[in-house]
């Protein structure tokens, strides 16, 4: 059942540092090809370099500045009427919204206020690689107690979150939403609602450290004899979360809350509108193992965006989000109330919002459709507008990513390889400043993976949607192509957060 782990792949060299020597990842080192092929003598570009300095000098400038700050600490949230002890950012599950327009420079000073260190990483921006949040790879951990000021301009318009880039800290509350306005947008909306949905457990059945722990038992510890493992569900593990939609397994955790903005069905975010306004969704899924499946029964979603750049319009019954991902679109809005559902794809729950005209009865959740059918699409099977669509040339440099593991052995991967912090830059994928880059990212497993680069946009296909987060199903290639325009050392990884938390990493490395 393990087939497809590190079989004749290099074993792996230890370079003998901890991970408590941060500057052994931030030293150009030898790299060992994921070919097997001879080790090879590479300068890197590091996080340091001017080539990095210059990147950002060139990107646009307002001459504004917006100043916000963030306080992670450990908190007491009120969730379906119960307190729940958990960390998130500002006294808050789902942090505030931090927003400047595209030329302004966001500085954020972070207090860390937690027990471990942390760092925070701006999901979807072209930024400075050395305000990129990854620890280890980009700066060094800001220890419990510590502080750090982060500094970039914001180069792109669109939605955009926040999150701690230690990924278990993000199953806790440490993620918020990010927007980037473009001052030259004609508004053709109404109101804006911005929503982060996420999968909830932490303080309620337990914390995704005991999730982590079970799950890495992987799912064949029930088993006896290699017999009958198919029947054995752990106090955390989901088995048969299946989606046609995704192409097979859904999910591993099982969740009993799902939250939009922070807030259960029973007490849900409410907006209101007059009938006939249209209501601009800024959709951002901050889940750690589940896509949600968004719209609003009986009413059709015009998606405009995904993952911050435009899309050509489609107008659908239903948007998926994988883990990571956003979506911005349009509704218009009929009298009364208007429940907007975020269904768990493959998993029971419900995550739920509302629109208020002033009249009406008030929907009652549990009379809501089990399953929102119809037109349903995810960000990667859009279209990128024409504004936005790379332009054509060929590819100078091509990578393959296979995307490795199964849920028998919780062994992700890629290329068959754990990611290991102390030795980041083996099987690295090796592009040079100006290259047109495409990556294939090849899924050899089971279920599907939400893939996520740093500090780029690439585009899903010839002129498919410009994204930083795209679906892989099982079984399935994507080919994604990006402009080696931002210099530096660049995480790539799955974007659902135990995948990651096993190994599920790389490094995207610039090298001169
Ligand atoms: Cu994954």
């Known amino acids: 059942m393990n087939s497809l782990t590190a079989q004749g792949l290099p074993r792996r060299t ?7 020597a941060a500057s052994a990842a931030l030293l150009a080192a030898c790299s060992t090809p994921s070919d097997g092929s001879a080790p090879s003598a590479v300068r890197r570009v590091m996080s340091t370099d001017e080539a990095v300095r210059a990147a950002e000098a060139a990107r646009p400038s307002s001459g504004r500045t917006v100043s916000a700050s963030l306080r992670a600490a450990p908190l007491t949230a009120n969730l379906a009427g119960k307190p729940v002890q958990t960390w998130g950012y500002n006294d808050a599950i789902n942090g505030s919204l931090l927003r400047g327009s595209v030329g302004d420079r966001l500085e954020v000073a972070l207090e860390n206020a937690l027990p471990e260190p942390t760092v925070v990483h701006w999901h979807g921006l072209a930024l400075a690689n050395d305000q990129d949040g990854v620890e280890m790879l980009t700066q060094k951990d800001v220890a419990a107690g510590g502080s750090f000021s982060y500094g970039f301009r914001l180069a792109h318009p669109g939605t955009y979150w926040y999150h701690s880039h230690v990924e278990l800290q993000r199953e806790r509350g440490l993620y918020g ?12 909306w109404d109101h804006e609602w911005v929503i982060v949905l996420d999968d909830w457990m932490d303080g309620v059945t337990g914390t995704p450290e005991d999730v982590l722990k079970e799950l890495s038992g992987g799912m064949g510890g029930g088993m006896s004899g290699g017999m009958g493992g198919m029947q054995h569900s752990g106090t955390y593990m989901a088995m048969g979360s299946m989606s046609d939609f995704l192409g097979g397994d859904a999910g591993d955790v099982r969740y009993p809350l799902h939250l939009f903005n922070g807030r259960t069905p029973e007490d849900p975010d409410t907006v209101t509108a007059k009938p006939g306004d249209r209501v601009r969704l800024r959709l951002i899924n901050a889940g750690g193992d589940t896509a949600y499946r968004v719209g609003a029964p009986g009413l059709k979603l015009t998606v405009t965006h995904t993952d911050g750049y435009p899309v050509e319009r489609k107008d659908v019954d239903a948007v998926v989000l994988g883990m990571g991902e956003r979506i911005d679109a349009l509704l218009t809005v009929p009298a009364g109330w208007t429940p907007l559902m975020a269904r768990p794809e493959g998993k029971a729950g419900l995550a739920l919002g509302r629109i208020s005209t002033g009249s009406g009865k008030e929907p009652d959740p549990a009379a809501l459709p089990a399953r929102l059918g119809g037109m349903v699409v995810d960000g990667g099977q859009l279209s990128s507008a024409s504004t936005v669509r790379l332009a054509s040339r060929s590819v100078d440099v091509k990578h393959t990513v296979r995307l490795t593991g199964s849920m028998m052995a919780y062994d992700w991967g890629l290329n068959g390889r754990r990611f290991d912090m102390a030795n980041p830059y083996e099987g690295a994928l090796e592009v040079r400043q ?3 880059v495409q990556i294939d990212f090849v899924n050899e497993g089971m279920m599907w993976h939400p893939m996520h680069v740093h500090g780029h946009t690439f585009q899903v296909g010839d002129a498919g949607a410009r994204k930083d987060t795209v679906i892989v199903r099982p079984g399935r290639t994507v080919s994604v192509f990006l402009d080696a325009d931002n ?14 938390a096993r190994g599920m990493m790389g490094v995207l490395s610039y090298v001169a």
């Open 177 to 188: 939403p990010l927007v980037v306005d473009d001052p030259s947008e004609t508004k053709d």
């Open 487 to 500: 210099p530096g050392q660049w995480l790539y990884h799955c974007h659902n957060a135990y995948h990651a």
């Open 14 to 20: 230890f370079l003998g540092v901890t991970l408590g």
């Open 434 to 436: 100006g290259q047109r």
